[in-house]
């Protein structure tokens, strides 16, 4: 399961063995209390900011490490590979800066990308509702122009690094007579008067990431917070981004299968029954060999998706068809290594345990799988 990513390269090896100690020290031995405590330590944040782990892919002028995707792919394979689901590094960097990066003014870019590179702002990303989640056109919070501000109105759940987050990129209706069109992004700061986090959710997996409720109650900020040159174009700014979002989420669950393929292979060969490994029944064999086919299979197509995205040629059907099969494909393969643990697969403190209740969300959240179908469907060619 060792083979070297073709994207990889001498830089990006550096880079892993600087992410591969930092999640050996900082993540492994603290996911316990990072469950226990229903989310990270906060200076785990900082500490990565330190090291230059955070926002790798945005330009070096705002702080960031002046890297491509493949340094976000770098750092989350490594995430993975202590089976952590608890911090939300991939969305901070690989998403809500990338909507900084791309449609951000000068200013917007100069007072946040910065200080997310640090670590000392946290961001998250809020568009579903408790009404709505794949249908965002849906959306009922609203900011209103008022003078030189912008009044947000409304409520956001499910939101990753919601109790953390010192900063909301939160998707509005600046024209709720419209649909679409009438969908704009507006920076929240949470220090903001009227903002106000609900309690931290209880999931059935990703049990030490932050995912909160969100109000906003007449919360005012400048008109600049506006993301992009005009109103109306949030519909859009979310179109062009969710590909990168949905090739993080199927990049994790290939590295969760990967994980999952070592977690099992070393636990059959060392717990016995009958007076021999368990991987000597073939049975066992077979599920195995069925699991290294499964992940060496995924990772190749994940790794074409990341060198096309790298050269700016990902297309939006390709990535929902990766998102969709790698993250029903990573339930499957999780699910076959449960059964191989026995009745220790079902133990929470089993890491193989929490990587099958993690991963069920992954067909859920990005776009949910019958949205990704949907996507694919669209763009299958009409024969003649
Ligand atoms: C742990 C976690 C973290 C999350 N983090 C964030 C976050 O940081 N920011 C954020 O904004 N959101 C976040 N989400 C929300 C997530 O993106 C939504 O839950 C998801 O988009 C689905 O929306 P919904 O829950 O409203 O389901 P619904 O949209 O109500 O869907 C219910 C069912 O109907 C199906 N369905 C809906 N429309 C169609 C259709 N057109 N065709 C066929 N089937 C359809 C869906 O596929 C699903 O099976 C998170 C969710 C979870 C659980």
Request: hydrophobic share 40%; charged share 25%.
């Amino acid at each position: 399961m060792t083979r070297r990513s073709p994207w990889m390269d001498q830089d990006l090896e550096d880079l892993r063995d600087l992410a591969r100690t930092f999640c050996e020290k900082e993540i492994k031995p603290n996911i316990d209390s990072f469950i226990a405590n229903k989310q990270v330590d906060r200076d785990l944040w900082n500490r990565a900011g330190e090291l230059g782990l955070l926002c790798l892919s945005v330009p070096e002028e705002y702080g960031g490490g002046g890297g491509t995707f493949a340094h976000e792919a770098v750092l989350i394979e490594e995430q993975a590979r202590v089976g952590d689901s608890s911090w939300g590094a991939p969305l901070h960097s690989g998403i809500v800066a990338h909507y900084l990066v791309a449609y951000g003014t000068e200013e917007q870019k100069q007072e946040w990308l910065p200080k997310m590179a640090s670590g000392e702002v946290v961001a998250a990303v809020a568009m579903t509702e408790p009404g709505t989640g794949s249908d965002l056109q849906a959306i009922k919070s609203k900011a209103i122009r008022d003078g030189d501000d912008y009044v947000v109105n409304g409520a956001k759940t499910f939101i990753t690094n919601g109790l953390q987050a010192d900063m909301v990129l939160v998707a509005v209706k600046t024209n709720p007579e419209e649909k679409g069109s009438g969908i704009s992004l507006v920076i929240v700061p949470t220090d903001a008067p009227g903002f106000r986090r609900g309690r931290v959710l209880n999931k059935i997996g990703m049990k030490g990431q932050d995912t909160c409720e969100l109000f906003f109650d007449d919360v005012r900020v400048p008109a600049a917070n506006l993301l992009g040159a005009k109103e109306g174009e949030g519909f859009v700014q979310l179109m062009l981004q969710l590909p990168q979002e949905r090739l993080i989420v199927a990049l994790g669950c290939v590295a969760a299968m990967e994980f999952a393929y070592e977690e099992t292979i070393s636990y059959v060969h060392t717990r016995t029954a009958f007076g021999r490994p368990v991987f000597g029944f073939q049975n066992t064999k077979f599920t195995m060999a069925e699991v290294a086919t499964e992940a060496r299979v995924a990772r190749s197509f994940i790794d074409e998706c990341i060198e096309l995205h790298i050269k700016g040629e990902l297309d939006i059907p390709t990535v929902a068809m990766a998102k969709y099969w790698c993250s029903e494909r990573a339930m499957k393969v999780v699910d076959k290594c449960v059964q191989m643990h026995g009745g220790y697969g079902y133990m929470e403190e089993y890491p193989i345990a929490r990587a099958f209740t993690d991963l069920r969300v992954q067909q859920i959240y990005a776009g949910t799988t019958e949205i990704m179908k949907e996507i694919i469907s669209r763009s299958l060619p009409v024969p003649s």
